[in-house]
């Protein structure tokens, strides 16, 4: 069972619009959420994070939104880049993001279209 | 390189066999992981360790699946009488004990069983 669901696979951006990436978890114990960039043959590079007692943190381009009473979060990517394009990940932890395992979702891939 | 590094990048073994998979951790870091990322997957924890102990072994599948870190620096992760099944990305990561935000990944060993 997927505690941590990206229902879109891939996701289609033309270069200096709003990415939105989309996240949702079934787990109420998560108390952290990152996100994640992933190229080709290369491991997930950390983007961003959030931890639940704040819904929203921004870094640059990047904003995460967390609605905790649905159990949803978002990554907006604005404007978006023609290196963007790669796969992204959203993680979550029960441990305020502290020692332990996290659990990822399958992940969206995003293109940015010139 | 300051960052994780994992050997080898890639590894084609026959079913039954036993393999190795190597990790070096950032330096100073206390904390690592194993992950496995699946083909269309995200990754999926499998063994923390806190300096040499494994504090969490939780998410390894089977007791043909075993990591060890002796002198709390490298690790490494074995695999026993592999199946075509552990076919996937084996990624390690890395980070400060207790620290957040996020972990650093290795690049990951593309493992393939024959």
């Known amino acids: 069972d997927q505690q941590v669901k990206q229902n879109s696979p891939s996701l289609s951006v033309q270069e200096g619009r709003i990415s939105i990436l989309n996240c949702d978890y079934t787990?109420?114990?998560?108390?952290?959420f990152l996100w994640y960039k992933k190229y080709p043959a290369e491991g997930p590079t950390f983007l961003i994070s959030i931890s639940s007692i704040k819904d929203k943190n921004e870094d640059g381009r990047f904003t995460v939104f967390l609605n905790k009473s649905a159990k949803h979060l978002s990554l907006h990517i604005v404007p978006s880049q023609p290196g963007d394009s790669a796969v992204y990940f959203c993680a979550a932890s029960d441990s305020g993001g502290g020692a332990d395992g996290l659990t990822f979702g399958k992940g969206t891939h995003l293109i940015i279209q010139p | 390189g300051a960052g994780v590094s994992q050997t080898p990048s890639n590894k084609v073994t026959e079913k039954g066999k036993y393999v190795e998979l190597r990790c070096d951790p950032i330096s100073g870091h206390t904390a690592l992981y194993w992950y496995r990322q699946s083909l269309g997957q995200g990754p999926e924890f499998l063994i923390y360790f806190q300096g040499t102990g494994a504090a969490d072994d939780s998410g390894l599948p089977n007791d043909r699946f075993f990591a060890v870190r002796p002198e709390g620096s490298v690790s490494t992760l074995k695999i026993q009488r592999t199946e075509r099944g552990d076919s996937a990305v084996y990624l390690c990561a890395s980070s400060l004990s207790g620290t957040a935000p996020g972990k650093f990944f290795g690049p990951g060993t593309r493992l393939t069983v024959l």
């Open positions: 787990n109420s114990m998560f108390d952290y």
